[in-house]
């Protein structure tokens, strides 16, 4: 047996112990799990379903926050710090609604259905096996493969950025900026407030130094301008100065 398999065996186990009658194990009870390849996937698809719908596609970002796509598009999962995924905007499906407490809700939900993991401090998918399992969640995760790949760099690029006390030198430059906008804007992911503020931090950082750019060129126009007149001026007057000679020696 895969070990990949046996958090599925698991969950399917339990689930037909939930359904039995008498403390009696069944076939049909272990089918209606739908078995060891659909017992997960009919659990979130459960919890998912129960979901109001404004927590829907919040529940989608906050698992997508919860894999990484790694350069050989290998998907795991990743344990999130607890502060970092409720702090995920509600969306504008729900603009007046309490982003903190409806991640909760979700959270809780899938904790419930033991499909997330939480401690004091973090929350995980409890299955590496979910997204496979999953097809809801490996369509999401397929639709924003680019996204996710580039969100786990923004994530290491804005670490090394608060390590190092925010130093400018650590943002990201015009190309690299540019490229990864391009790929965030390629998926639907979510990013956590010390991702956003290193985004603008480095958009900030680009804009001046292009500003900077733009004055340096207009200075420099303008000094060619005044030494090109000042140039002619002094052509002229030397002229004059000539001309004026030659008439006062004739």
Known sequence: LDAGALPLLSHALS??????????????????????????????????????ARHQALAARMLLRMVNV????????????????IGLPAGAADPE??????????VDR????????????????????????????????????????A????????????????????LLGPTRLAAMQEALAAGSVALSAREREFLAASEVAVTAARHARVRGRRRRRL?????????????????FAVVSGRAAAE
């Open 223 to 239: 000094i060619v301008a005044v030494v090109t007149t000042l140039a002619v001026v002094a052509s002229g007057l030397a002229v």
């Open 110 to 149: 899938f904790v419930a259905a033991r499909l997330m993991t939480v401690d004091a401090n973090a929350v995980q998918i409890s299955h590496e096996a979910l997204p496979s399992a999953w097809p809801r969640l490996q369509g999401w995760i397929d639709e924003s493969r680019a996204a996710l790949g």
């Open 151 to 170: 969100r786990r760099r923004l994530d290491d690029a804005s670490r090394f950025w608060q390590d190092s006390g925010q130093d400018a030198s650590a």
């Open 70 to 85: 790694d350069d050989d598009a290998v998907v795991t999962r990743r344990r999130m710090p607890l502060a970092d995924l």
């Open 97 to 106: 609604g309490d982003g903190v407490e409806d991640a909760r809700d979700v």
């Open 15 to 52: 689930g037909t112990w939930q359904r039995a009658s008498r403390r009696r194990l069944t076939v049909a009870d272990y089918r209606a799990t739908g078995g060891v390849g659909g017992a997960v996937a009919q659990s979130a698809e459960s919890v998912l379903a129960a979901l109001p």
